[in-house]
T-cell receptor
Framework: DAGVTQSPTHLIKTRGQQVTLRCSPISGHKSVSWYQQVLGQGPQFIFQYYEKEERGRGNFPDRFSARQFPNYSSELNVNALLLGDSALYLC???????????FGPGTRLTVT | GENVEQHPSTLSVQEGDSAVIKCTYS??????FPWYKQELGKGPQLIID?????GEKKDQRIAVTLNKTAKHFSLHITETQPEDSAVYFCATPPPGNTGKLIFGQGTTLQVKP
């Protein structure tokens, strides 16, 4: 079975630009959570989406938004990029009937 | 809110020795405690987890113990091998919210051959 997939693998953007990151959950998983991991730190929760609705939001500005599609895949959008947005963005999927979260390989975003 | 403290931040052991990483959480209602292994350039991999109704769980060379009274849980790796070298994270969700994990700061484990 395929695990959580994310695209693209790497991305380089300039300050002020916008970026869209994509995630496909494990087959059968209906919930997707997004995390930001800055170098040397643990992942920080950004959003959870379940059944196409936002179910939770971390302490991130409104420049961060996300959505979930009918096939349960998800996109994370970040507007007006700042240098501090440079990080590894991780997507995790869960079946919710059990609490295990499984992470994808991440998208490495570099803002210059 | 929920807070997770993880120690040590770095750990260096000789191949074959044991390694122990400890995490302390703040909310006594927490009931799920996973451990993740993250290798360079990869996403975190769930390696073992424990629920609050169990005190210990083993899977081959790794084990997790939970002390609910003291609000801490630990990862134990026995007979360490060089491929165990990685960053390890503990985590727990806020009670009632399984879609969000609060992570510890991470422990960089180096296993020297």
């Amino acid at each position: 079975d395929a695990g959580v997939t994310q695209s693209p693998t790497h991305l380089i953007k300039t300050r002020g630009q916008q970026v869209t990151l994509r995630c496909s959950p494990i087959s059968g998983h209906k919930s997707v959570s997004w995390y930001q991991q800055v170098l040397g730190q643990g992942p920080q929760f950004i959003f959870q989406y379940y059944e196409k609705e936002e179910r939770g939001r971390g302490n991130f500005p409104d420049r961060f938004s996300a959505r979930q599609f009918p096939n349960y895949s998800s996109e994370l959008n970040v507007n007006a990029l700042l240098l501090g947005d440079s990080a590894l963005y991780l997507c995790a999927s869960t079946a919710l009937i059990t609490p295990e979260q499984y992470f994808g390989p991440g998208t490495r975003l570099t803002v210059t | 809110g929920e807070n997770v403290e993880q120690h040590p931040s770095t750990l260096s052991v000789q191949e074959g020795d044991s390694a122990v990483i400890k995490c302390t959480y703040s909310d006594s209602a927490s009931n799920y405690f996973p451990w993740y292994k993250q290798e360079l350039g990869k996403g975190p991999q769930l390696i073992i987890d424990i629920r609050s109704n169990v005190g210990e769980k083993k899977d081959q060379r790794i084990a997790v113990t939970l002390n609910k009274t003291a609000k801490h849980f630990s990862l134990h790796i026995t007979e360490t091998q060089p491929e165990d070298s990685a960053v390890y994270f503990c985590a727990t969700p806020p009670p009632g919210n399984t879609g969000k994990l609060i992570f510890g700061q991470g422990t960089t484990l180096q296993v020297k051959p």
